[in-house]
């Protein structure tokens, strides 16, 4: 669980209600329903127009992220690579064929495969990196949804608050009636402005944070192997994948 994050959404709506407290306001008055689904509902309705099904639903995989971010096992994996260098220096290449059933991380196991067959170093990486950037650039997009969400949120705030106006506007007649229409063109605004900068822009960059963590995990593992391929003593891969580590 990502202590950090659940702390960051604690400290912003606290910060939030706590200043509406002291300059008098009370909880109720930012408690509006139909504000929500205004702007919730076509913040939403935005997206999915404008996002393929497939971009979304691994949006939606990724979400998990924000409070329970992903593990890149950095110092396990380097001790692993030296590991296979120390076998390959003393049985060749083909010695690290037994170590493919044992690796559970396919992009890993590919990498592998392709020593253990043989392949040029430079194809290796051009492969793996092919494949690195591929997937990066999904796990961009999917990550991006939420950057969207947040984009549109404000805008439709805007939306809602012209929504409420419109409302009063046609009951000037009855006072009776102004308060809740005031209410929704003021709350829809605050929902905007505070569902972005509060939650969907701070989650979309933290899921890109850790896209990133993961490409810089794959790139060492691709220097790693291609350096197995090159026959590199293991404590020069050692050296040379410390760089990667924090």
């Known amino acids: 669980m990502d202590s950090l994050s659940l702390l960051g959404i604690s400290v912003g ?7 509406n407290w002291l300059e008098g306001g009370r909880l109720d008055t930012l408690l509006d329903g139909p504000a929500l ?18 971009v979304f639903g691994q949006a939606l995989a990724q979400l ?5 971010p992903p593990r890149f096992p950095m110092d396990e994996r380097i001790k692993r ?3 296979w ?3 390959a220096r003393h049985e060749g290449l083909l010695g690290l064929e037994k ?9 890993v196991k590919k990498g592998l495969q392709l020593v253990v067959d043989g392949t040029e170093p430079e194809d290796i990486r051009r492969m793996l990196e092919l494949e690195l950037d591929s997937h990066e650039q999904r796990r961009l997009r999917a990550a991006r949804v939420f950057e969207s969400m ?8 805007i939306i809602g608050a012209v929504m409420g106006l419109i409302q009063v506007m046609q009951n000037l007649a009855d006072p009776a009636l102004l308060g809740s229409g005031i209410a929704t063109a003021f709350v829809s605004t605050i929902y905007g402005v505070g569902l972005a900068n509060l939650l969907l822009l701070p989650m979309a960059n933290k899921i890109k944070g850790y896209v990133l963590e993961e490409s810089e995990y794959r790139e060492m593992v691709i220097e790693g192997l291609v350096a197995i391929s ?5 404590r020069m891969i050692e050296i040379r994948l410390r760089g990667f580590a924090h």
């Open 13 to 19: 709506i606290i910060a939030l209600l706590g200043g």
């Open 37 to 54: 689904m205004i702007v919730f509902g076509g913040s939403v309705g935005a997206v999915l127009l404008q996002t393929p099904a497939r």
């Open 64 to 68: 998990r992220y924000v409070l329970l």
């Open 81 to 83: 690579t030296v590991s």
């Open 85 to 87: 260098g120390q076998l």
């Open 99 to 107: 170590m493919l059933g044992r690796e559970r991380d396919p992009f």
């Open 150 to 157: 947040g984009g549109y949120s404000p805008t439709i705030g």
């Open 230 to 234: 090159e026959g590199e003593n293991p």
